[in-house]
């Protein structure tokens, strides 16, 4: 077994973070069934954004960052799909 270098502890770190930054926010419009404080367009580029790292994860062959980038990507469309299920006009 390789031991992590410190490059590969960061990058870790970093997915991680990333990853767990979304959990809070879907935790809260689940709870409360509102996300009228979610930012449409801010969610719309950030899907998109976790998108592209896939791609360029695929790209470059670097499955981690690809890999961490499917995951963010999960979690930023479910805020996207919460944004639409508790939307305020529901007509």
Known sequence: MNNLSM?????TLAALCSMASFTPQIIKI??????????LRMYVVT????????????LIGSWPVAASNVVCLALSAAILALKWRFRENRS
Not at 7 to 11: A, N
Not at 30 to 39: F, G, I, L, N, Q
């Open 7 to 11: 490059t590969d502890i960061v990058g």
């Open 30 to 39: 689940w709870r409360e069934k509102d996300a009228t404080s979610v930012s």
């Open 47 to 58: 899907v998109t954004g976790f998108a592209l790292w896939i791609a360029y994860g695929i």
